[in-house]
């Protein structure tokens, strides 16, 4: 009985000290009261926050002599400020990741080509024809795997900037497949 009243008489001290929930609830409130207000982020806040393209930014020299020409964009999806439909934005894609996927072909064979060229290089026994021949097809190899995984890096960022530009032209993301 005594262990029983014990318990009990514990067990009441420990339920005292805890706050409620209602207690726990007004104590957050105030604290919700008391907090700096934060930053809404938004669209347009986001619009006002991005930088202009580079190009934009960089002066371009023009002879004052000479009239202007007149400047012809780069890039289709910045040619027109019109909306564009889902079906010009699926062609767009499907022919980028052709793009795509036509460099990177060409950058792998091209990588092959060298490393047969490489295999050929230090299995040939004569000198002329490791030195004198094979050499230079190593170095011109070489100089066109450069080139060929320098457009496949060119053409991935092409989908890139669709990818960037529907974003920004607020169609859904469901178009870029």
Known sequence: MKALLLVLVLQTVANAQ???LADAAKQERERRQNLQPTR?????????LTAPPISDL????????????EE??????????????EAWWREAFSKARQEVKRAEDKA???????N???????TRSDIYNREGVIGPQ???????????????????????????????SGGPPGWAR
């Open 58 to 69: 960089v002066a371009k020299p023009a002879d004052k002599g000479e009239a202007k020409p």
């Open 40 to 48: 809404v982020i938004t669209d347009q806040t986001i619009r006002d």
């Open 138 to 168: 190593l170095e011109a190899k070489r100089n066109e795997l450069t080139v060929a995984q320098t457009q496949a890096d060119r053409a991935r960022e092409k989908v890139a900037q669709l990818e960037e530009d529907l974003r920004r």
């Open 108 to 114: 792998k064979v091209v990588e092959l080509e060298l």
């Open 18 to 20: 805890t706050p409620s």
């Open 72 to 85: 012809k964009p780069a890039d289709k999806t910045k040619a027109t400020a019109e909306p564009h439909d």
């Open 116 to 122: 047969q060229l490489n295999k050929d290089f230090l």
